[in-house]
Structures are given as structure tokens and as C-alpha cells.
């Protein structure tokens, strides 16, 4: 029988989980999204994360999550914005584990405390049913152009109710 993960700890991203988290970044897009994008797709997807000095502005510059199993981290998700989910990622070993639910549920509660009224997230056609299931609703197809190669994605929007309004 499987041994269960220890429950994951959340905490706010620090500079020094850029490498770490271009690890988990990399090793998710290149061991999870083989059905739904060719090698080259995914070389040119994980390469944003090679400048490494870039690629830590860009988790400074947004409200950025980690979550945590002993300290390590195993994912992260940020919100750009108020409204803009731009990065969710978890290590393959820990996906399907509730990893990703947990740190989308944190990101919900904070854009809400921010006042945002809707989320919305370009989900990358192997993460359209984990958002799906979140509550998000499919908007418009997207092509988009890394190097030389292009990738589809999904514009999707979730409206926020406000605590205590009408449903």
C-alpha cells in the first residue's frame, strides 16, 4: 500500500525558490503534458524558465505560492494581478495528490480578499479539466508562438460570488 504525503504546508514565495521552482516548472511540463504537446512544444514551453534571472522577477512581480512537504518545496501557483492566474505548477511525483487543488483554493481566497470579482487563466489544454473542475468555463482558443513553435491554450473565467450574495 502506498504511503500517503504528509499534508502539504503553503507559504509565500522567497528569491530563493527560483531554481527549485524551474525544476518543478520544467520536470511538470515535460512529464505531464506528453499527450497534449509534441517534444518540441515542451522544449520551447519549459525554456521560459532559463533565464533565471527573469524567471525569478516573474514570481516576484506576481502574488506567488509555494506549496510545501518538509520544507521542500513540490509546487507553486501566482496571480498576476488581481484576476490573473498565470503559473500553477506541481512536481509529477505529488500530481493527483490534491496539490494543485490546495494551492488554487489559497489563490481563490486571496483574489477575493483583493476584491477580484472573476479569475481567469490560459490553461494549457492538459490542465483544462483541473480548471474545469474548479469552476472555470472555457472563453476563447489560443495560439501561442514560443520560438518556433506554437501551442494551443484556453482562455477560461470563473466568476467570483461574494460571500453572502445570491448564488
Not at 15 to 44: K, V, W
Not at 60 to 75: C, H, K, R, Y
Amino acid at each position: 500500500m502506498a504511503q500517503a504525503m504528509p499534508k502539504p504546508g503553503l507559504r509565500p514565495f522567497l528569491p530563493a525558490d527560483g531554481p527549485i521552482l524551474a525544476e518543478i516548472f520544467r520536470a511538470s511540463i515535460h512529464e505531464l503534458t506528453g499527450e497534449d504537446y509534441s517534444e518540441g512544444q515542451q522544449e520551447a514551453w519549459a525554456s521560459a524558465a532559463d533565464d533565471e534571472e527573469a524567471w525569478g522577477r516573474r514570481l516576484a512581480d506576481s502574488l506567488t505560492l509555494v506549496a510545501t512537504v518538509s520544507g521542500s518545496p513540490i509546487g507553486f501557483i501566482s496571480l498576476k494581478g488581481k484576476e490573473l492566474v498565470d503559473l500553477l505548477y506541481v512536481h509529477p511525483a505529488v500530481a493527483g495528490q490534491g496539490v494543485a487543488a490546495m494551492l488554487y483554493n489559497a489563490i481563490e481566497q486571496l483574489a477575493r480578499a483583493r476584491g477580484a470579482t472573476a479569475l481567469t487563466v490560459d490553461a494549457s489544454d492538459t490542465a483544462r479539466d483541473f480548471f474545469q473542475k474548479q469552476g472555470f468555463a472555457a472563453q476563447r482558443r489560443n495560439t501561442v508562438i514560443l520560438g518556433d513553435e506554437w501551442l494551443g491554450n484556453t482562455t477560461m473565467k470563473k466568476t467570483l460570488v461574494a460571500p453572502g450574495a445570491a448564488s
